[in-house]
C-alpha cells in the first residue's frame, strides 16, 4: 500500500457459517465524502449455488428446533446487536450517510428489536381446527416452513430492513440467503460475525453480497428458493415477478411511495408543522414512508406554507457525524442528480421552489464538499399532473399544495399508481376515520407518522407492492399451511 493511501475495508461472503472471499469485487464510497472505501464482493451464479448448498443441509436440522428453541438464539442475537450498537450505528451511518444519531436512535436499536420482537411472536401462534361430528371427522391445519428463502434489501435502511426480513424468515424455521443492497453492505457482514457467536447454526443465515443483476437474479431464478422476500423498486420488483414466474415462487414485495400529507384546517399546526418535516426529510427523505405530497386545506395554506418554510430551513444539512445535523448525505453520486433533476423539471414547469436546491447555499466542511449532500427542498404551485406530484423522488424534496374540500383532497391524494402511506391531520375525529377508510394506503398514520406496531400488518397497495409484513402476516408468508382431515 502506497504511504498516505488508506487500506479499504474487504468484505466476504458468509456462507454455511464461513467467510469466503470472492473472485470479484465492486467500490463501495462513503457518501459523505464521495471516496471509495470499501470493496463489496460481486458475487454471483457460483456464490449462489455454494449458500442454496449450505442453506439446504442446514434446513432439516433447523426447521425441527421447536420455536422455544430457535427464539433463544434470536434473543442472543438480538442482545449481540444491542452489545454492538454503537460500532453498527458508527458503520451504517459511515456507509449509508444518514446521520450518526438517526442509526444510534433507529436503525441498530430497530434491527435489535427485528430479533427480539419474532423471538418473541414465534411462540404465539395457534392453529385451526373444527369438527364435523355428523361424519366423525376433524379438520386442523398446521403450517411449516417454506424451505430456503431468498432475502432482498435496499440501501436506505440497511440493517433495520434486512433484519426485518432474516429474523421472521429463520424463527419459523426456513433457512435463508441474504442479499443485502450493493451500496450499503457493511453492516450486514458484521451482522454475520455475530451470527455464531448467537449459536445460529452454520449455514441457517447466509449472506451473499452483490449486485441486482447478477447475484440477486441468481437467487431470485434459483429452482430451490421458493419464498422470495423484496423491498426496493418497483422497476426491480417487476423483474423479480417475471424471474419467479417459471417457479410460482411465493413473493413479498415491498415498493415505493408517493405518499400525501392531508392537512385541514382544524389541524394542530404546533405539532403537524415539526412532524411533517420529519416525514418529508427524515433519512434525507430516503425512506419508502416519506411524505412527498402535503395537501393544505385553502383557509391555512398561507399560514402553514410560511411556518413549513421556517421550519425546514433549520432543517440542517452537515456531516453525518455532526450532533446538531438532521440530515446527511444522499446514497450516490447517481441518485443525487436523480433527485436534483426532478426539482430542475418543476422549476422548468413553472413551479416555485421556496427553499432548498438552487435556492439556499449549503456550507460543508472542505473534506465533505465531494459528498452527496443537498438542502431540503420545498416545491410549491405545482400541478398534480406533474412529476414531481406523480413519481417516487426518493429523496429530501417535497411539494405543497393547496385542497378545497374533503372529497377533493381524498380524489387528488388516491390519483398517484402508488398506495403505501398516508398522513392526516384534524381535530375532527370522526373526519380521520372517515378520510382514513377511504384513502387507498396500506398504512395511515392521523396526528403523528411512522409509529410502528410491529404486530400488525405493514406493506402496501396498488403499485406499492404485494403481501404485508408483521407478527402473523410475516409467519403466514413464511410457512405453507396445510389442513389434515382425521376420521375418527
Ligand atoms: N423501499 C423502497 O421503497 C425503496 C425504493 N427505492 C426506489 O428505487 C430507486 C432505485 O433504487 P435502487 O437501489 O436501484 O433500488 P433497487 O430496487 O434496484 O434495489 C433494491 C435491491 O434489489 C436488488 N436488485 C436490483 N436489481 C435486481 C434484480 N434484477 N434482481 C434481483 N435483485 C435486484 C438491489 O441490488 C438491492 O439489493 C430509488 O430511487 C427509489 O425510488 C429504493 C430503495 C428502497
Ligand atoms: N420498507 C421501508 C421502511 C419500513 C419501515 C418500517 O418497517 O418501519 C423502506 O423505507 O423501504
Redesign the pocket.
Known amino acids: 500500500m502506497a504511504a498516505g493511501k488508506k487500506e479499504l475495508l474487504m468484505l466476504e461472503n458468509f456462507i454455511g457459517g464461513k467467510f469466503l472471499p470472492c473472485s470479484s469485487y465492486i467500490d463501495s464510497y462513503d457518501p459523505s465524502t464521495g471516496e471509495v472505501y470499501c470493496k463489496v464482493p460481486n458475487s454471483g451464479k457460483e456464490e449462489i449455488e455454494a449458500a442454496v448448498g449450505a442453506a439446504r443441509e442446514a434446513f432439516p436440522a433447523w426447521s425441527s428446533w421447536s420455536p422455544q428453541e430457535r427464539s433463544v438464539v434470536l434473543n442472543r442475537l438480538a442482545d449481540l446487536v444491542e452489545q454492538s450498537l454503537e460500532e453498527l450505528a458508527q458503520a451504517e451511518s459511515k456507509d449509508q450517510g444518514k446521520t450518526l444519531s438517526l442509526a444510534r436512535t433507529m436503525d441498530i436499536p430497530r434491527a435489535a428489536q427485528n430479533f427480539r420482537f419474532f423471538a418473541s411472536s414465534i411462540l404465539h401462534h395457534t392453529t385451526e381446527c373444527t369438527q364435523m361430528d355428523h361424519l366423525s371427522c376433524m379438520h386442523y391445519t398446521v403450517r411449516t416452513p417454506v424451505g430456503i428463502a431468498g432475502l432482498?434489501?435496499?440501501?436506505?435502511l440497511p440493517l433495520y430492513?434486512l433484519t426485518w426480513k432474516i429474523a421472521p424468515a429463520i424463527a419459523a424455521g426456513n433457512t435463508v440467503i441474504a442479499?443485502?443492497?450493493?451500496?450499503t453492505s457493511v453492516t450486514a457482514w458484521m451482522l454475520c460475525k455475530l451470527v455464531d457467536k448467537a449459536g445460529v447454526p452454520p449455514g441457517v443465515i447466509n449472506i451473499v453480497f452483490?449486485?441486482?443483476?447478477r447475484?440477486?437474479?441468481a437467487?431470485?431464478s434459483h429452482p430451490e428458493v421458493p419464498v422470495i422476500s423484496?423491498?426496493?423498486?418497483?422497476?426491480?420488483?417487476e423483474?423479480?415477478t417475471q424471474?419467479s414466474a417459471p417457479h410460482c415462487k411465493k413473493l413479498s414485495l415491498?415498493?415505493?411511495?408517493k405518499n400525501p400529507a392531508i392537512i385541514f384546517e382544524d389541524a394542530n399546526l404546533e405539532e403537524c408543522i415539526p412532524a411533517t418535516v420529519r416525514s418529508s426529510f427524515a433519512n434525507q427523505g430516503?425512506?419508502?414512508l416519506c411524505t412527498s405530497r402535503i395537501f393544505v386545506q385553502k383557509s391555512i395554506y398561507s399560514e402553514f406554507l410560511k411556518r413549513f418554510v421556517e421550519a425546514t430551513r433549520k432543517w440542517k444539512v452537515g456531516m453525518p457525524s455532526d450532533p446538531s445535523a438532521s440530515m446527511g448525505a444522499l446514497?450516490s453520486k447517481t441518485?443525487l442528480e436523480?433527485v436534483r433533476s426532478y426539482v430542475m423539471k418543476a422549476r422548468a414547469e413553472g413551479a416555485q421552489i421556496l427553499c432548498g436546491e438552487g435556492v439556499d447555499q449549503l456550507s460543508l466542511p472542505l473534506r465533505n464538499q465531494a459528498g452527496y449532500f443537498m438542502l431540503p427542498t420545498v416545491i410549491t404551485d405545482v400541478k398534480d399532473e406533474s412529476c414531481c406530484m406523480k413519481e417516487?423522488?426518493?429523496?429530501p424534496v417535497t411539494c405543497v399544495v393547496p385542497f378545497d374540500t374533503e372529497e377533493d383532497v381524498i380524489k387528488r391524494a388516491n390519483s398517484v399508481k402508488y398506495g403505501?402511506a398516508a398522513t392526516v391531520w384534524s381535530s375532527n375525529v370522526s373526519r380521520i376515520h372517515r378520510v382514513a377508510k377511504k384513502l387507498q394506503a396500506g398504512l395511515v398514520w392521523t396526528n403523528c407518522w411512522l409509529i410502528r406496531e410491529l404486530n400488525l400488518p405493514f406493506g402496501g397497495m396498488k403499485s406499492?407492492g404485494i403481501g404485508r409484513e408483521g407478527a402473523k402476516d410475516s409467519y403466514d408468508f413464511f410457512t405453507e399451511i396445510k389442513t389434515i382431515t382425521v376420521k375418527h
Open positions: 432482498i434489501s435496499p440501501w436506505n430492513l442479499k443485502p443492497s450493493e451500496l452483490g449486485t441486482g443483476p447475484v440477486g437474479e437467487l431470485v423484496f423491498t426496493g423498486s418497483q422497476p426491480t420488483a423483474r423479480i424471474l415491498e415498493l415505493g411511495g430516503e425512506i419508502c446514497i441518485h436523480k417516487e423522488i426518493f429523496g403505501l406499492s
